[in-house]
C-alpha cells in the first residue's frame, strides 16, 4: 500500500473508493453514514444508503460494492461504537479479495477507524500492510 496526500473524492473516477462503513440499517432499510466519508458519500450520491442498507440485510457487515465506483469497507458495527480493529482486518482482506476477484488496479482508502473513529494510524497501518499491496492508496489527509 502505498500512503498519499489528497482528497479521496478527486480520484473518483479515476479508482475505486472505498467509505468507511458500520452496520447500522434504520427500519427505513437504509445503512446509517453518520459522518466523515460515509456522510459525503451519501451526498454525493443519492440512493447509496439504500443499496448498502439491502447489502446489510443480505449478507452483513461485510465489504460490499455499491456501484459508482464505491466500496463500502466496515469499521464498526453500530456508528455508537469504537471501531474493532479485528473487524478493520477482516475488511482489509475482503477487500484485497474484491480486488483481485474484479481485477480492480487502484483502490483509494481513508484511514480506516483513524479521524472520527479515533484509533491511531499506528494501530491501523500494520494491520492493512497484511493485506493491502501498492494497488491500494492510502489517503493520509
Known amino acids: 500500500m502505498k500512503e498519499i496526500e489528497g482528497n479521496l473524492w478527486d480520484y473518483h473516477g479515476r479508482a475505486i473508493i472505498a467509505i468507511t462503513t458500520n452496520g447500522l440499517v434504520t427500519r427505513k432499510g437504509e ?7 460515509a456522510r459525503q458519500a451519501r451526498e454525493r450520491f443519492p440512493g447509496l444508503a439504500r443499496r448498502l442498507g439491502a447489502s446489510l440485510a443480505q449478507q452483513g ?4 460494492s ?3 465506483g464505491i466500496v463500502s469497507f466496515p469499521v464498526e458495527h453500530t456508528p455508537y461504537e ?11 482482506r475482503e477487500l484485497a479479495s474484491l480486488a483481485d476477484s474484479m481485477g480492480w488496479d487502484t ?3 481513508p484511514r480506516p477507524g ?5 484509533l491511531e494510524w499506528k ?4 494491520i492493512l500492510e497484511r493485506y493491502l499491496d501498492d494497488r491500494f492508496l492510502i489517503i493520509t489527509r
Open 31 to 37: 445503512a446509517v453514514f453518520g459522518h466523515g466519508c
Open 61 to 64: 457487515n461485510h465489504v460490499t
Open 66 to 68: 455499491l456501484g459508482d
Open 82 to 92: 469504537t471501531p474493532d480493529q479485528r473487524l478493520i482486518e477482516r475488511s482489509a
Open 107 to 109: 483502490i483509494v482508502v
Open 114 to 118: 483513524c479521524g472520527g473513529g479515533g
Open 123 to 126: 494501530e491501523v497501518r500494520p
